[in-house]
């Protein structure tokens, strides 16, 4: 049974992050993991926040949608979670996967409102909206999640809309998230690191965070580690990225981000680092055709370019269209600039295109993170 639970734990941690190109909603963790009604089980919970991930993966109809979870630093050794949730937790906090405040304060409506994300909460930051006008003005926007009959559902506190919407990054978080940031604290998880330690995990750190920063905190106007309350040091501009969505039979199963200067290998298998693994969604067919690498995206001076690295080649739906004439065939070896609607078909129904171009359209229902958990796993009593 433990064994089943980790396997949750870490689908959970696949929907965890703090890069501002992928993370869908803003949330408190201790308060989802604290809420009791939700499941009826035990006083503190990480499963709870599989369950309203899946709410959200629901209503968004795609099947991955990562959660900027803030935590208060409590949590992490919070005696009603398991030692295991713990350790859970204090990894996610070591890899900045999660943002651990001594204080969260309104960094859950900063966050969102620098990133245009809508909040999860039951809180109704009545005392806030000055600051945030769209807390009372924007329905969709903040929406708390409540017990439902299938799992949590949403309900929103302003205007009656019940399903998660996305505002517009505000113009300081646009300029904000146009510089790539340093804290002076070594071993920053948020903001890169200062230097020292030089242990490989840190240089792994400091590798990813450029594009994928957080936004940093502002206090008194100035650019500040949310973790550490230390001033930030400006490090230059922000590499552009692009993020890209996978659809597969209809239904987005994952975006991802593509930065200015690495390439992202997408397939079966890619054994490339950061490489797109598709083999879970493909039926035996796709799985026969599609390669291990099959194709390979770059963006080069804000263009996308893709570069069929397959033995079997891809096609171009030219602006999305699914007519056959249409298709373009893209033959192995070769390469295109992928235009704004464009999408690249690996084998029928498995598409690749701009995030924002690329509608689910399918009636299709999101794989749970929970669908390793068996339904008495959420009531174990703690250890
Ligand atoms: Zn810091």
New binding site residues.
Partial sequence: MRFEISKVLDAIEGRVCTDPSLARAVLDLAEVIRYQNLDGGRPASLLRLGMVIDALARDLEEDSVPVYAIVHRALLSDADLTSNERMVVRRWADDGLVEVLDNPGDRMLEVADLLGLPVLSRARFDGVRGRFPWVAEQPGRVLAPVPGAGGPVFIGHVGGGNVPVAGTRSATGAKLLARQWR?P?PG?A??GGGGGGGAFADLARVERAPAGQPPPALRGGVPT?P??G?RLGDAGPRPRTEVLAVRVGGLIRRRFVLTEGQSVLVGRAPEQQGGIVLGQWLNDEARRWISRGHVRFELRVGEVIVTDVSTNGSGIRPSGSMAEPDRIPLKPQQSRVLSANDMVELYPGVQIGRADELPTGAPFTPTSVMAEAPTMAMRLPRP
């Fill in positions: 804290c604290e920053c948020l903001f580690c973790r550490h230390a």
